[in-house]
């Protein structure tokens, strides 16, 4: 008989978790603040992906009579309860495609439990699911022998991420839908956030919980929003928000401003925040 070994055991100052959207230590955290848990939800929309080489798509699309410039910048094709996404990589040699496809015929759709989130696909499924678009997205996916499918999961809003000295960041702790490239996006704001004071010569064991509680004040709300409108955006690019639909015109005007909060957000002006609730008041760092 082999013999058990013991578990072992670790000893910090304080735990950052970054285990991801099923993560371990979330409940931990949940729990301690007196929160129910959060487990990851299925948004119930699926994606079909995809690589190209863009020389094979420039001739599908020229013998087709297609314009090639779709080729060369990203593109979206946008439809009701569907969306595709291109956009060049690799300097233009290949093309990465997403094709979205919504099934809105449940109010709180369920992904098959110990079904897998990713999975091949045929390309019959794949053209079948995306039957009366145009030309341009029709070959675009006639290109793509073997997609994947990938079920898109999120998480609900958080009522907070800390808990004495563990903290949740990045999907642990706001798992989000894809369709505003932020997801990762937040997991940096989070992790340079958090360098940037843990790095400070002011930080001591003494100050750590307010340093956490500084982060959870000022990152929360943003990753919130980004969140919530991730999910919204979805919405809008699917002909379901409720304010625009397929309305070209008021699409055009939304997507042509909805982003600028998101990208012009200055992260600095909130660690200076930070600094100011922690009191320290010269900006220092370790050499």
Not at 101 to 125: F, K, L
Not at 253 to 281: K, P
């Amino acid at each position: 008989m082999v013999p058990l070994l013991p578990k072992p055991q670790y000893r910090g100052d304080l735990l950052i978790a970054a285990d991801g959207i099923k993560s371990a230590i979330r409940g931990h955290v949940l729990e301690g603040i007196g929160a129910p848990p959060a487990v990851p939800r299925f948004s119930g929309t699926c994606a079909y992906r995809g690589m190209i080489d863009s020389l094979h798509l420039r001739e599908a699309y020229r013998a087709a009579g297609v314009d090639e410039h779709l080729v060369d910048v990203p593109q979206m094709y946008l439809g009701l309860d569907g969306h595709i996404l291109t956009f060049p990589v690799k300097r233009g040699r290949i093309i990465n495609v997403v094709a979205f496809v919504s099934d809105r015929s449940q109010p709180a759709p369920t992904w098959p439990e110990n079904s897998p989130w990713v999975r091949q696909a045929s390309q019959r499924e794949m053209l079948d699911a995306f039957v009366g678009w145009g030309d341009a997205a029709r070959i675009l996916l006639e290109c793509i022998p073997s997609p994947t499918y990938w079920a898109l999961h999120d998480l609900a809003e958080l009522p907070g991420y800390v808990h004495g000295r563990v903290a949740l960041i990045g999907d642990a702790a706001h798992a989000m839908l894809p369709h505003q490239g932020a997801g990762a996006g937040q997991g940096l704001e989070d992790a340079y956030f958090l360098a940037r004071l843990l790095g400070d010569v002011q930080v001591s064991r003494g100050n750590l919980d307010e340093l956490l509680a500084a982060y959870d004040a000022l990152r929360r709300p943003r990753a919130c929003r980004v969140q919530r409108t991730s999910w919204e955006a979805g919405e809008l690019y699917e002909l379901r928000d409720p304010a625009v639909g397929d309305d070209k015109q008021a699409l055009g005007a939304t997507l042509a401003s909805r982003f600028d909060w998101l990208w012009n957000h200055d992260l600095d002006a909130d660690v200076r925040d930070a600094r100011a609730r922690l009191g320290w008041t010269a900006l220092s760092h370790c050499a």
